[in-house]
């Protein structure tokens, strides 16, 4: 069972920015996928951004140019830079990873973005 620690969420201004990480229990390097999702209050769960085993981005059009997933390996550690932030990218931010059939979450953390 991987268990995967978010950490990095707060209250932001507009305009501003937070880099989220999320430490996972066993070798990221063993994982098909890792990324991100949010969930804003009454919408559904949608993909923010997304990294594959082998280095591959994937980005939703509304963070696309303020948003950057990587990873550090020795660490076990995936982050989500978030840059130029606006009231609506507040919400709840999960981490996921995907591997062998199995996908596995974080508990989230809440990033509002407010003045």
């Known amino acids: 069972q991987v268990q995967l620690v978010e950490s990095g969420g707060g209250l932001v201004q507009p305009g501003g920015s937070l880099r989220l990480s999320c430490a996972a229990s066993?070798?990221?390097?063993?994982?098909?996928?890792m990324g991100w999702y949010r969930q804003a209050p009454g919408k559904q769960r949608e993909l923010v951004a997304a990294l594959t085993r082998g280095g591959s981005t994937n980005y939703a059009d509304s963070v696309k140019g303020r948003f950057t997933i990587s990873r550090d390996n020795a660490k076990n550690t995936v982050y989500l830079q978030m840059n130029s932030l606006k009231s609506e990218d507040t919400a709840v931010y999960y981490c996921?990873?995907?591997?062998?059939?199995?996908?596995?979450w974080g508990q989230g953390t809440q990033v509002t973005v407010s003045s």
């Open positions: 066993e070798s990221i390097f063993s994982m098909d996928f």
């Open positions: 996921t990873a995907f591997r062998l059939g199995s996908n596995y």
